[in-house]
């Protein structure tokens, strides 16, 4: 029996062994505990403190290390907004004593009342703007409209010649219409149609040589207005204005047998100039001259019928 109690008394002894060595390798994963009469536990109630805050397991370090993160997340956040509150407050302060808005130091003020008015004042501001436009732009449209137009200076000046109150899409025409006045027809189209698609008429023949000479003067002319005598007749057809006062550049029309025109016929020329007693000189061609024109003064200009544009 003794050497049973023995043997039991052994076994007890190595089982508190082992479960001494567990809590040793067990406390081993834990943080250190500071004892008060260690050298840097000056103040028991501090190393209470501290003891009582430092965690046993890994899991409870893990979590300490969580929360620690957090709160230096929460720090850090809280600085930012705090820094940005503070420059907004600068900027609003700033930019209320430039405009003499409202500022959070004035008696019975906040600073979203101060962000009211100033919205309001900036509304107000906009509209006043707005009007102030519209009134310009109305009492200028209304000068435009009564005002009248001068040169910039004395040294400036306008030629005339280069002006025309005509709606002819020929610009030649248009200054012609200007330059004849009031003798323009009542009603005369100047983008009448003018029958011209090219020279249809024979080399050298009185109507290939006025073609030609219209073309040259930048006036217009039609392609087939048949033979000479034909000329006026085509010409009110298509619009032209034609009667029997000469002007430059007209396509003066010879009726058959007329101051020598073909019985046949007839013949055409061109007015190149209207001289001081009335008559005119006139560019004309024909057969037999290969193409090169010659010229004769008539007198007698009343008798002829004279195709204008």
């Not at 076994?11 to 479960?19: C, D």
């Not at 004849?180 to 090219?198: K, Q, R």
């Not at 050298?204 to 087939?224: D, E, F, I, K």
Request: hydrophobic letters at 40%; one cysteine or more.
């Amino acid at each position: 029996m003794k050497h049973a109690a023995h043997k039991a008394r052994g076994a007890q002894r190595v089982n508190s062994a082992v479960t001494a060595r567990v809590r040793e390798m067990r406390a081993a994963h834990t943080a250190a505990v500071v004892y008060a009469n260690t050298p840097m536990a000056l103040v028991p109630e501090v190393a209470k403190a501290m003891n009582a805050s430092v965690p046993r397991t890994r899991r409870a370090i893990r979590q300490a290390a969580r929360q620690q993160a957090h709160k230096k997340q929460f720090i850090t956040a809280s600085a930012f907004a705090l820094l940005a509150a503070t420059a907004g407050s600068l900027t609003y302060a700033s930019t209320a004593n430039s405009a003499n808005l409202p500022t959070a130091d004035k008696g019975g003020t906040t600073l979203v009342a101060d962000s009211m008015a100033s919205a309001d004042a900036a509304e107000s501001a906009t509209t006043q703007v707005s009007r102030s436009e519209e009134r310009s732009a109305t009492t200028q449209a209304a000068a435009s409209d009564s005002a009248q137009w001068s040169l910039s200076s004395a040294t400036d000046s306008l030629d005339a010649s280069q002006m025309s109150k005509s709606k002819a899409n020929n610009a030649k025409v248009a200054a012609f219409m200007d330059r004849d006045g009031d003798a323009v027809p009542a009603g005369f189209n100047p983008n009448h149609d003018t029958g011209d698609t090219g020279n249809a008429y024979a080399f050298s023949q009185c109507t290939w040589w006025a073609y030609t000479r219209r073309h040259q003067l930048n006036l217009p002319v039609g392609s087939y207005f048949g033979d000479g005598a034909m000329w006026a007749d085509s010409a009110r057809a298509h619009g032209y204005w034609v009667d029997n006062t000469p002007r430059v550049g007209d396509v003066m029309v010879f009726q058959r047998g007329q101051e020598g025109a073909s019985a046949q016929y007839g013949h055409v020329a061109i007015v190149e100039k209207v001289n001081a007693d009335g008559s005119v000189t006139t560019s004309e061609c024909g057969a037999t001259y290969n193409g090169k024109p010659f010229s004769r003064t008539f007198k007698n200009v009343h008798d002829f019928q004279y195709i204008h544009y």
